[in-house]
């Protein structure tokens, strides 16, 4: 199996930055795209940041110019430093990965647990 497991969210002001980080951890043979989305009170799962299995990074367009992402292959951990914080930023991040298992043919869909981001004053 595989686990991701995220860090870093809280309660930050209008302005502020926050990092969060995502590890993965478990059976990991290789990973071919990893990156967070986010999900509002009442409204659907969206994408934030991502790396695709090419290594190409696709932000939505809210966030472009405020938010980054970067990785450590080496950690298999993906980072989403988020700076010029808005409270429409507010909402649970979640981590996603897909990721092919040792000995398997394909790859499988895995979400962390979800990291709750509040921007408030």
């Known amino acids: 199996q595989v686990q991701l497991v995220e860090s870093g969210g809280g309660l930050v002001q209008p302005g502020g930055s926050l990092r969060l980080s995502c590890a993965a951890s478990?059976?990991?043979?290789?990973?071919?795209?990893m990156g967070w989305y986010r999900q509002a009170p009442g409204k659907q799962r969206e994408l934030v940041a991502r790396f695709s299995s090419s290594g190409r990074t696709n932000f939505r367009d809210s966030v472009k110019g405020r938010f980054t992402i970067s990785r450590d292959n080496a950690k298999n951990t993906v980072y989403l430093q988020m700076n010029s914080l808005k409270p429409e930023d507010t909402a649970v991040y979640y981590c996603?990965?897909?990721?092919?298992?040792?000995?398997?043919?394909?790859?499988?869909?895995?979400w962390g647990q979800g990291t709750q981001v509040t921007v408030s004053s």
């Open positions: 996603n990965a897909a990721v092919q298992m040792i000995g398997a043919a394909g790859t499988d869909d895995y």
């Open positions: 478990g059976s990991i043979f290789s990973i071919y795209g």
